[in-house]
């Protein structure tokens, strides 16, 4: 409350309240103390004139002369504050009395010799004895009579005078206190005054100061403390005006320089605006050039590839087919180049998208080794995976990334690993509910980095080893290319290395759990059961027992061949057989003629032998088992083959019925478009060898003229021609087939560009698809069968008996393509599949109803429904009826009618086959 008072109040409250309280104080004392001496004078009164009274009235009451003491009384009463007084004989009876009745009760107490009195708020009563010594002042005074008691004199005071006093003096008090506190208001108001007025002054010079007006200056204020102040305001403010001319002179100057550094900095920004444009240009021609360098370099890789494909089918000598597949891999390794470069190109360019699907980790790693493997063990080395079992397999992100990372590690350890291990570990380091921190490192025993080549070793282009005596291949990007692709999953990777040692490549990672459990689940068939492995590897024996116990076997590790025969033997006679042997075997430890005598002995005891070996061993080996294909797998060993190969000796699958063929299909009729002859030589001879028509020409205008002159099914485009390309060439076909009312004819772009854009361009210039080039008979075969429903596997040319479809292809009922349809849950593709069956008879019963009726779209309708429904059950024979079907209806081909023919077939054997199946 007193910070909310100014100054001015702050000096009367200063002056008022002490000499208020003072004046309060003194006065309340001195008048308690008066009213305190005025009544005790009033009873000292009163005492004294009742003793005054005894010795005047002391002879009247001798002889109680009544008339002589009412004349007494009646005087006293004349005395100032008497009210009543009264003479009393010695009984206490009345004798004489004056003044109006006594107001308070007779004083009571005392010996009868003292004078005794009693006081209440208006009048005090005194009660004197009167003795016979009272008379000695008298001139009647009798000898011996000094103690008799002669009477009694009462006297009552009256206050009312002492409190008229009282008041008056009260009073009076006040109003020289009232005039003390107003002199003091006058003089505080004159004090505050002679200080506020100062105080205005300097405030209002301090808002002058304050807004900017430093030419104010304070005169003086008649007093030396507010003089100083005023002066140290003026010297304040001549300082601040001083500061002010000086700073607004900065300010110019850095306002001049400032104009100056904007001009300077409008020229830098048009010229880096100029640079920006000419970077943009500059970005814009590199990824020109990388596509038209991959144009230029893909275009002849795909008949070097091609016809290194048509070459290997013909009859040759095996030297002419060992130059074959050089020529084959060194076109790979150029292809594989050529794709880093890219890859690269897209990760500078932030062009690089990065899938998230679920994926099982086990699987990827196994894998990825697998590939690997005959480069490894063409060099005699062992490669091993470990994955830990707390590690969580079942992970949401980029698979294909993950594994081309995988991929560069393991490749780059190969190489530069003459002898020993290569070893890949997945573990766990942080486990979420919903996501879990995986490390994965690849160990090698290989020739081992420096310090130095650790420092390069992730920079673009630069190799750990770049002397002339090198090991040939890469590019330099491999590491690079990986450690951008980490980065952008936001994960790290490092390695750790000792020259001479080897090296350990690691990588940390985030990724999310998959909810689905994508795992390959134990199958009931193997829980259980006992195997026997015997491995001289110690971390490949670590890793196959950690296999098969995950396959629910129970695992019994032996360190040689002999100590396996005879725990065979022993446990067969025990009644406790193996039932599996297991074993890792090369050249080096065990001929293939001792692995048939060791696996008929193992027969002999009831116990199946798996063999693991090198993939450039395979061939020797597989002489020496009965049954090589169903016995022998190259190691690595990959969880999922070696369940699928035991649960297969276990429960041997039963013979699917063969597939009746389906009905003849014309040949498709295929433009092809490629100004290349040897690609277009190509392409025409891996089509016709797959029994289609092609009509070949080599330039834009003749393929627009053959749209026009001929009816063809699909049109295959190269996209880079000269004069009209393949993008205009496909509008100029859009344009006549608009103008004449004709069905769209599918075309499909030939290119060998491999840039993100690629697809969104071709497919805005009128295109349908696009193919990559190198070109394969599977590609070939898959775009036609998509475009046109008919199969080039099927297709015969017209005169041509009817061709029996591959039952591997067209299978009526294939349960393992179910199995993987469904994600490997048994359950679930069975219900898919009990699902698909129970609408069988409904829908054919709906299509035929649509075919009587004529309603093309209703026949669309339903037999999409079934193509839909298909894809997800293992029946490649209905899914591709259902395909060509649809197909065939949607453009109105003549050949529709003969399609639905086929899919009514298809639907009939798949339902008799589920039939004899259940």
């Not at 699917?656 to 190509?682: F, M």
Request: aromatic share 4%; glycine share 6%; net charge negative.
């Amino acid at each position: 409350m007193l910070d909310r008072l100014g100054i001015r109040s702050r000096v009367l409250l200063l002056a008022l309240l002490p000499a208020s309280l003072m004046a309060l104080v003194l006065g309340c004392y001195f008048n308690w103390q008066q009213q305190a001496e005025l009544r005790v004078q009033l009873l000292q009164r009163g005492t004294l004139l009742a003793e005054q009274l005894a010795p005047l009235a002391a002879p009247s009451l001798a002889r109680q002369a009544r008339g002589q003491l009412e004349r007494v009384a009646a005087e006293a009463l004349e005395q100032s504050d008497v009210r009543a007084v009264t003479f009393l004989a010695p009984d206490r009876s009345r004798l004489a009395h004056a003044g109006p009745s006594m107001v308070n009760p007779p004083p009571s107490g005392g010996t009868g010799t003292q004078l005794l009195e009693r006081s209440g708020n208006d009048a005090t009563r005194y009660l004197m004895p009167v003795f016979g010594h009272h008379r000695d002042l008298a001139t009647d005074a009798v000898q011996g009579e000094s103690e008799r008691l002669l009477g009694w004199v009462e006297v009552e005071v009256s206050h009312d005078g002492a409190l008229l006093r009282g008041y008056r003096n009260l009073f009076t008090s006040m109003l020289l206190i009232l005039a003390c506190l107003g002199l003091t208001v006058l003089l505080a108001l004159r004090m505050s005054r002679a200080i506020n007025q100062p105080l205005h002054r300097i405030q209002h010079a301090v808002n002058q100061l304050r807004d900017g007006n430093l030419e104010e200056r304070l005169p003086a204020m008649g007093s030396h403390e507010l003089d100083e102040l005023a002066a140290g305001i003026n010297r304040m403010a001549q300082t601040l005006h001083s500061a002010h001319e000086e700073l607004q002179h900065s300010i110019d100057q850095a306002t001049e320089d400032v104009r100056q550094n904007l001009e300077t900095i409008e020229i830098q920004n048009i010229e880096l605006d100029m640079a920006r444009k000419e970077a943009l240009e500059a970005s814009r021609i590199k990824s020109e050039f990388l596509a038209n360098m991959s144009h230029e370099i893909r275009t002849p890789l795909n008949g070097i590839v091609g016809f290194t494909h048509l070459l290997q089918k013909s009859e040759l000598t095996p030297r002419q087919l060992d130059y074959l597949g050089t020529i084959e891999k060194s076109a790979d390794s150029l292809l594989g180049i050529i794709n880093e470069i890219l890859d690269f190109s897209k990760i500078e360019a932030g062009k690089l998208v990065l899938d998230s699907i679920p994926f099982n980790l086990r699987d990827l790693i196994q894998d990825t080794l697998t590939i690997l493997a005959p480069a490894a063990h063409a060099k005699q080395l062992e490669l091993v995976s470990l994955v830990y079992r707390d590690t969580p397999l079942s992970l949401i992100g980029d698979p294909l990334r993950l594994k081309q990372i995988l991929t560069n590690l393991v490749s780059n350890a190969i190489k530069f690993t003459r002898e020993g291990t290569i070893v890949v570990r997945a573990m766990v380091e942080e486990d979420h509910e919903d996501s879990a921190q995986l490390r994965i490192s690849v160990q090698d025993t290989g020739i081992g980095l420096s310090p130095q080549d650790v420092r390069a070793l992730f920079q673009a282009f630069s190799q750990a080893d770049n002397s002339l005596s090198r090991e040939p291949g890469g590019t330099g990007l491999g590491l690079v290319i990986s450690k951008r692709l980490i980065e952008q999953m936001g994960g790290e990777i490092g390695v750790d290395s000792t020259p001479g040692e080897g090296s350990q490549f690691w990588i940390t990672l985030t990724l999310p759990k998959a909810h689905d459990d994508l795992d390959h689940s134990q199958p009931q068939a193997l829980l259980g059961r006992r195997v026997a492995i015997v491995e001289g590897h110690e971390l490949a024996c670590q890793a196959l027992e950690h296999q098969l116990e995950d396959c629910g076997l129970k695992v019994t590790a032996f360190s040689s061949f002999d100590q396996l025969i005879h725990a065979v033997e022993a446990a067969a006679q025990a009644q406790l057989p193996f039932e599996f042997a297991v074993l890792g075997v090369c050249l080096a430890t065990l001929s293939p003629e001792h692995l048939g005598h060791i696996n008929s002995q193992l027969e002999q005891h009831g116990c199946q032998c798996v063999v693991l070996c090198p993939t450039t061993e395979q061939a020797l080996y597989h002489p020496y088992l009965p049954n090589g294909y169903g016995q022998l797998l190259s190691k690595p060993s990959c969880t999922r083959k070696l369940r699928r190969l035991l649960q297969e000796i276990v429960q041997p699958r039963r013979a699917l019925l063969e597939p009746q063929a389906l009905p003849g299909q014309r040949s498709p009729r295929v433009l092809c478009v490629d100004d290349n002859p040897a690609n277009l030589l190509l392409v025409q001879t891996l089509l016709e060898d797959m029994c289609a028509t092609v009509v070949a020409v080599d330039n834009g205008p003749a393929a627009v003229q053959a749209v026009k002159d001929e009816a063809f099914d699909l049109v295959l485009m190269d996209v880079q021609m000269p004069g009209m390309d393949g993008c205009a060439c496909t509008e100029q076909i859009r344009r006549w087939e608009a103008s004449q009312g004709e069905q769209a004819l599918p075309i499909v772009a030939l290119t060998a560009h491999a840039m993100a854009n690629e697809k969104r361009a071709l497919l805005h210039s009128g295109m349908d698809d696009y193919l990559t080039k190198p070109i394969s008979e599977r590609q070939l075969a898959q775009v036609v069968l998509k475009w046109t429903g008919l199969n080039l596997s099927a297709a015969q040319p017209t005169g041509t008996p009817e061709p029996t479809l591959d039952s591997s292809e067209l299978r009526v009922l294939d349960p393992e393509e179910g199995l993987r349809l469904a994600a490997g849950k048994p359950d679930l593709a069975a219900d898919m599949l009990a699902m698909l069956l129970a609408s069988l008879e409904a829908d054919r019963q709906a299509i035929g109803a649509a075919r009587e009726a004529g309603d093309r779209q209703a026949m669309i309708e339903r037999v999409h429904r079934l193509n839909g429904a298909s894809r997800y059950c293992g029946v490649p024979q209905l899914r591709a009826a259902c395909q060509r079907s649809e197909t065939l209806l949607k453009q109105q081909h003549p050949q529709m009618l003969q399609a639905l023919d086929d899919l009514d077939h298809a639907i009939t054997r798949l339902a008799a086959q589920a039939h004899l199946g259940a």
